[in-house]
């Protein structure tokens, strides 16, 4: 990996909201419709922050019907040497969505 390349990645994990949006990854895929709820910002500004992560190669995207889902691109973490052990926890988050019927179930 280039030493720019290194950079923008890390920059990319370098935020608050994104850094939490990689937590919560960490745990499960996820639509940015499922995030908003979570950071109760619009969705516009999730939608920017996703764009941020892919772009640094840090998600990738599926499309399932009309929803664009995100995930880790763990690969691509692995090249960073980054440890995602030292993410807090958030499934009590992920609950809480749940339980508010906030969460996009495909199946």
Same mark, same amino acid.
């Given at each position: 990996m280039?030493?720019?390349?290194?950079a923008d990645a890390l920059k990319a994990l370098g935020e608050t909201t994104r850094l939490k949006?990689?937590?919560?990854?960490?745990i499960r895929e996820c639509c940015v419709c499922e995030l908003v +709820?979570?950071?109760g910002i619009s969705q516009p500004a999730v939608s920017k922050h996703m764009s941020r992560l892919k772009s640094a190669g840090i998600v990738t995207e599926t499309r399932r019907?009309?929803?664009v889902f995100y995930a880790l691109n763990r690969d691509r973490?692995?090249?960073l040497c980054v440890s995602l052990d030292?993410? +807090?926890d958030l499934s009590g988050e992920i609950r809480k969505l749940e339980q508010q019927g906030h969460l996009v179930c495909t199946e």
């Open positions: 280039e030493l720019d390349e290194l949006i990689v937590a919560l990854l960490n +709820p979570f950071f019907g009309q929803w973490i692995r090249q030292n993410l +807090p």
